[in-house]
């Protein structure tokens, strides 16, 4: 349904629009040092983005908007970085991108609990994708990839392996993320 997008955004644009593209916000969360801000900035290189002009007055900061041509529709994706722990309960997102460190089991745990606390205390019923990041620490990998798709699959999290550093499936992460955000709002009829 319509409700689902945060009143903020002003939610979708009617269905088959042919102009606006819809508004919607992605919340990066997890530990420091992770890669948040490392994904945004690749995010904003994408191969997927469109030819919307994000430089209108609505665009707050174009640094962590990016809009992103999926199936033939166009969306403008703002990034929030690490709204503060406090804050989470209250932030106004679309979708949540969570983020660890595969070389840092520390992280991990973070970051399965912060899924615990959308899905369970605040019930959140909004796309998760939880993001495995620094895949290209093969070496000094901790987490496997076998034990965080069932923690995904879990909490009905999508799971994604990046390497912001390499930009290794950062496109893929970020056409994910979209893809989460339009199935919670159409899911297709079976
Ligand atoms: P944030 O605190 O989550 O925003 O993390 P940053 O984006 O600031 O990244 C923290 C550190 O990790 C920086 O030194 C980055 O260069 C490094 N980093 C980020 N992503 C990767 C990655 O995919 N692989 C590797 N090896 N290092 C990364
Ligand atoms: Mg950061």
């Not at 409700?3 to 269905?15: H, I, L, Q, W």
């Not at 992605?26 to 469109?50: D, H, N, P, W």
């Not at 990046?162 to 979209?178: F, M, Q, Y």
């Amino acid at each position: 349904t319509l409700s689902v997008a945060s009143e903020e955004s002003g939610g979708v644009s009617g269905t088959g629009s042919c102009c606006a593209p819809s508004y919607f916000r992605v919340a990066l969360l997890g530990a420091a040092g992770v890669g948040k801000s490392a994904l945004i900035r690749q995010f904003m290189t994408s191969e997927y983005k469109g030819t919307f002009d994000i430089a209108t007055p609505d665009a707050e900061d174009p640094e962590t908007t990016v809009s992103v041509l999926l199936d033939g529709e166009e969306s403008m994706i703002e990034f929030v970085d690490e709204p503060n722990e406090n804050e989470l309960d209250n932030v106004r997102a679309d979708a949540f991108a969570v983020v660890f460190s595969l070389a840092d089991v520390a992280s991990y745990t973070t970051a399965i609990s912060i899924v615990r606390h959308l899905r369970v205390d605040l019930c959140s019923d909004r796309a998760i994708v939880l993001v495995g990041n620094k895949v290209d620490l093969a070496r000094q990998r901790r987490v496997s990839s076998r034990d965080a798709r069932l923690i995904a699959m879990k909490y009905d999290c999508k799971y994604e392996e990046t390497s912001a550093a390499l930009n290794h499936r950062v496109d893929e992460l970020l056409v994910g993320i979209l893809s989460q955000i339009r199935l919670k709002l159409a899911p297709p009829s079976s």
